[in-house]
């Protein structure tokens, strides 16, 4: 019998392998260049003490390590994603993190209790297993550390949703098809962001992972969220 896990990595693994070489033009476009003050915002919540080590996990191209370095410069970052044409892509950058190493959020090849900070941008709508994807980052963290978490979430139903599902359903695929070849591969953004539970919920799940004082902050018409907690 097929693992649904393992289907669910393969797919995801194949989408951003796709993707890799223009996924950093593709985020800017998509964010209309907001994406860059998301993951200020969440980097500060990270708190990183000076000398702190911190996971960006789920890297990708390493936007979140680059931001780390640039408000936390005598900070150390380890950059860990499943995908090498990612990791391969974001190497070559200007001001990229040093370190890097593959892993599966799943089964992190970590030690306890390693890192001050916890840090993914992205990627918990793609694990195949949510509960088990935090309470791996809640096991690698000091006691006391921070974790955080930037990711899509389900705008509800407002003023502006049909607006957004339009926005989400028939543009992003129609630019993915053009920057990137790859319309298929962002058909899959808005099937993923409408299966990944509410922001109401993340938290919730963050809690029961161990988390304390998790709270969390709506941008972007709602499709996008924050989530912070404390180890």
């Known amino acids: 019998m097929t693992d649904p896990n393992q289907t669910k990595a393969r797919t995801v693994q194949d989408i951003f392998t796709r993707i890799a070489s223009r996924y950093d033009l593709m985020n800017r476009l998509m964010s209309l260049g907001q994406d860059h003050g998301w993951r200020r915002t969440a980097i500060r919540q990270a708190a990183l003490p000076p000398g702190g080590y911190l996971l960006d996990l789920g890297s990708g191209t390493g936007d979140m390590g680059i931001e780390t370095l640039r408000q936390y410069p005598l900070g150390r970052v380890l950059a860990m994603d499943f995908t090498p044409a990612m990791m391969r892509t974001g190497r070559q950058r200007a001001h ?93 953004l808005p099937v993923s962001m409408e299966k990944f539970v509410k ?15 998790v709270m969390f902050r709506r941008m972007n018409f709602g499709t996008m969220a924050i989530h912070w907690g404390i180890k």
């Open 96 to 188: 990229a993190p040093r370190d890097w190493t593959a892993g599966d959020a799943l089964h992190l090849p970590l030690p306890d209790a390693a890192f001050d900070a916890v840090v993914s941008a992205f990627l918990l709508r793609n694990v195949a297993d949510l509960q088990q994807a935090l309470k791996e980052q809640y096991r690698v963290l000091k006691p006391g550390g921070r974790w955080v978490a930037l990711d899509a979430t389900h705008p509800g139903n407002g003023f502006f949703t049909p607006w957004v599902r339009i926005y989400l359903h028939r543009f992003i695929p129609l630019l993915g098809r053009i920057i990137t070849g790859q319309g298929d591969a962002y058909a899959y």
């Open 199 to 213: 922001a109401e919920e993340l938290a919730a799940r963050a809690a029961a992972a161990g988390f304390r004082e």
